[in-house]
């Protein structure tokens, strides 16, 4: 396992934007499959995006889609989740998620890792 460390949460206005960053530390972090997932209060944890270990390939939910970006910085041990056009809906707790693999799951039992937590807060 990695052990995994989530920051850049806080409250924005609607439309604005934020970086949320995960650290990881432990083992090597290029060999790990990274995943943001999202969770409000009284709901399942749902996928966000994710980044396959080595050919790039990423995967977004559809709210996701061409409003947030998850890229990863391999010599920084740093996964990224670049978030725009922020709305209220968006309000959550973010996770960061690893699993020993190449593929790019949405379901959270295949993830291995799994950080704290960082919250988002949108106001409309």
């Known amino acids: 396992q990695v052990h995994l460390v989530e920051s850049g949460g806080g409250l924005v206005q609607a439309g604005d934007s934020l970086r949320l960053s995960c650290a990881a530390s432990g083992r090597t972090f290029s060999g790990y499959t990274m995943a943001w997932f999202r969770q409000v209060p009284g709901k399942e944890r749902q996928f966000v995006a994710g980044?396959?270990?080595?050919?790039?390939?990423?995967a977004y939910s559809d709210s996701a889609k061409g409003r947030f970006t998850i890229s990863r910085d391999n010599a920084e041990n740093t996964v990224y989740l670049r978030m725009n056009s922020l709305k209220p809906e968006d309000t959550a707790v973010y996770y960061c998620?690893?699993?020993?693999?190449?593929?790019?799951?949405?379901?959270?039992?295949?993830?291995?890792?799994w950080g704290q937590g960082t919250q988002v807060t949108v106001s409309s």
């Open positions: 980044l396959s270990r080595s050919d790039g390939d990423t």
């Open positions: 998620a690893a699993r020993d693999g190449n593929v790019i799951f949405i379901s959270t039992r295949q993830y291995d890792s």
